[in-house]
């Protein structure tokens, strides 16, 4: 294993390791095995790159150094529910990291990487999995069921299956790690009404 691929996967097992869920550890195990052969590749630049780069290098987050310094293996640009979220995509690029289709393999596990643009709203959503949310840079007024409040670097949301979800960033953006487990198909992907879409429109 390299020492660039190791310091990424090193980064990204710490926001797993700070979350007290069995399945968050089971992911840092997946990672850790089979994650130093999938995410050694150096890839393609983005449009997005530097604003990231940016975020993270004013971030106080334990993984920020990190992934700073291995930005470069970091698969950004795949979105798997494309076809759920039509135009709302053009707000935010994600890295998957881990899932069905890979890079990093497994069946009923997924993580990534999420990075959502300054002064934007994503609205309500929701799907099968229960997911995760660790704020790595930025901030953003984040929507989980009834609560909503702003988050910063170091927070982490916990979304149960099927619960409503939502964020709004500022002039920073925001990026988060994520992840899911449980029921992790991607067709229960849903785009709800919301209201607050229309006032943002």
């Known amino acids: 294993m390299s020492q660039t691929a190791q310091t990424l996967i090193h980064a990204l097992c710490l926001p797993l390791l700070a979350e007290d869920r069995p399945e968050a550890a089971r992911t840092a ?4 095995e089979l994650g130093p052969q999938q995410l050694c590749t150096p890839q393609p630049q983005s449009s997005d790159h530097l604003a990231i780069r940016s975020l993270l290098a ?10 700073l310094s291995a930005f470069d293996l970091i698969p950004w640009g795949i979105n798997p529910v494309a076809a759920q979220i039509g135009d709302r995509g053009s707000m935010y ?15 009923d596990l997924r993580m990534g990487l999420y990075y959502q643009r300054p002064n934007t ?5 929701n799907h099968d ?6 704020i790595l840079a930025g901030s953003a007024v984040w929507t989980a069921g009834d ?17 409503p979800h939502a964020f709004r960033t500022g002039p920073e953006g925001v990026l988060a790690f994520w992840r899911w487990s449980g029921d992790v198909n991607l067709h229960s992907y849903t785009m709800l009404d919301d209201p607050q879409v229309a006032i943002t429109a």
């Open 147 to 163: 609560d909503t409040r702003l988050r910063e670097a170091g927070e982490q949301i916990h979304h149960p299956s099927l619960l």
């Open 58 to 67: 004013l971030s106080s987050h334990p993984a920020a150094a990190g992934l």
């Open 121 to 125: 709203y994503y609205g309500l959503h």
């Open 129 to 134: 999995a229960d997911e995760t949310y660790t």
């Open 29 to 32: 195990l997946v990672l850790r």
């Open 93 to 107: 690029v994600v890295a998957n990291l881990m899932g069905p289709e890979g890079p990093v393999p497994c069946a």
